[in-house]
């Protein structure tokens, strides 16, 4: 039996939000959701003193990476959303490379299954040696033309090594959209830019060189997947005016962004693309082309369920715990979240998950029941001071001020302090016993979590 039955739950009214001053909050706001990246500074940091020069440069949504540089310096390199030519209405995922010195913009290939997004040079005839094929998992893209450039393999692995049409020319890599041989036999090459919001248009990749029959770029699912077939002696399919696409040989190829219908959820992504895996997805609230987000999808091959990730992580950031002591004798019980389940319709986070999270320590709450995870959300104590921590910044969500109360016996000095656009709310549970929790919560132990309402709130 629980020793202690709840007296009462009243919500907090919160404090005024703090909120942040300058280039920080800015970059925030409008660089939207960056999956490896946090926020800024806390509001009682100094201002930069060229504040207002890199306010102006994110007037305007970021189209690139040195927009987000340019008004956060302390950005890493990680995924983030830009928006192409500065509009809301057309939001993409883009990994940032290079942070610490020139930033460079990749494309992220969610197709990375076998033979999927590969170049391949079929060895044999006047080109002896073993078949060479790279595979790409993102592509160097410039965020202003959209054009890639098929030469770049930062992020990219080959197999393989040949002597190209018996000269000396030694063969260890390919670019990006190429089928090839030079033994009269079709070599199999893929595009595939399913899960991305981009197309090629056709007529950019054409047989060159010895091409024998059969040699062609056949585009497929609304142009994001181009099958490619090349060969002869030697003859190859590739970018129109390359001649020699092996090794850095390469060119620009032009992408297009594609308008229409947005995936509110992951199970909107496995229905259009069945073979779509486990990773990050660029999802929209109610497909509305304003409002993108970051989520996991997991177990795609299955049901899929929706995940929220956490950019900020660390010992005391997003995490509940239940202090030890007094009735409930053992170590301070602590769950830390990385990411969070989240239903993509209501925006009602599930507390009790705990599948992206790592606890430590062990209570015998009420000296009887034990306990050794905490639900999102939550601050418990017997004695002494329960903490917990909410923290969205980096993605766009906040926590409204009505979603979380305070329970059990003596809670009165409990205290919900809401910053950051109320995407910061830190937790300070007393009483014996006594928690901070969504409202509604009894003992909120384990698995015994309630669910949680947030709101789409981009912080300005």
């Known amino acids: 039996m629980n020793p202690s039955k709840p007296r009462a739950v009243s919500p907090v009214v919160p404090s005024s939000p703090l909120r942040h001053r300058g280039w920080r909050a800015l970059a925030l706001g409008l660089a939207a959701v960056a999956t490896g990246c946090g926020a800024g500074d806390e509001a009682s940091s100094p201002v930069p003193s060229e504040a207002s020069a890199r306010a102006q440069a994110l007037e305007a949504l970021p189209a690139s990476c040195v927009d987000i540089k340019t008004a956060w310096p302390d950005a890493t390199d990680g995924d983030y959303t830009l928006y192409v030519s500065g509009e809301a209405s057309a ?92 033994n009269r036999t079709l070599s199999q090459g893929n595009i595939d830019l399913r899960g991305t919001p981009f197309a090629v248009p056709t007529g950019q990749l054409v047989p060159w060189g010895g091409s024998m029959a059969g040699t062609s770029a056949v585009s497929s699912e609304a142009d994001q997947v181009v099958s490619l077939s090349g060969g002869g002696y030697c003859g190859f399919v590739g970018l129109a005016g390359i001649v020699s696409p092996y090794n850095q040989g390469g060119g620009l190829l032009q992408l297009q962004y594609r308008q229409g219908d947005r995936p509110a959820s992951c199970q909107d992504i496995k229905t259009a693309h069945p073979e779509a895996t486990d990773g990050a997805y660029t999802l929209f609230v109610n497909r509305d082309p304003s409002k993108p987000w970051g989520a996991w999808c997991r177990d795609m091959a299955g049901t899929p369920s929706d995940y929220l990730t956490l950019s900020r992580t660390g010992d005391n950031v997003n995490y509940s715990q239940y202090t030890a002591g007094g009735i409930s004798p053992g170590t301070n019980v602590r769950t830390i979240f990385t ?48 903490l917990g921590n909410i923290d969205l910044r980096g993605t766009p969500f906040a926590v409204p001020v009505n979603q979380l109360g305070r329970g059990g016996y003596n809670f009165e000095p409990s205290s919900i302090l809401f910053s950051n656009n109320n995407q910061v709310v830190d937790l300070r549970a007393t009483g014996n016993c006594g928690w901070i929790a969504p409202m509604g919560s009894y003992n909120p132990v384990n698995q015994n979590g309630l669910s949680m309402l947030l709101t789409w709130s981009v912080p300005q």
């Open 91 to 182: 939001p993409w995922t883009v990994y940032c490379h290079g942070m610490a010195g020139t930033p460079a913009e990749y494309l992220t290939l969610t197709q990375t299954q076998a033979g999927a997004n590969s170049s391949q040079y079929l060895a044999g005839g006047a080109s002896p040696g073993t078949t060479v094929r790279t595979t790409f998992t993102r592509l160097r893209i410039n965020p202003t033309t959209l054009k890639v450039n098929t030469a770049d393999q930062t992020f990219a692995t080959s197999t393989g090594s040949l002597r190209h049409s018996n000269s000396q020319t030694l063969v260890t890599s390919m670019s990006y959209g190429v089928a090839m041989s030079c």
């Open 339 to 386: 990411r969070l389940r989240i239903n993509p319709l209501t925006l009602r986070v599930d507390t009790s998950d705990q599948t992206y999270s790592g606890s430590s320590g062990s209570i015998l709450h009420g000296n009887q029941s034990p306990v050794t995870s905490m639900p999102y959300a939550a601050a418990m104590t017997c004695s002494a001071v329960g």
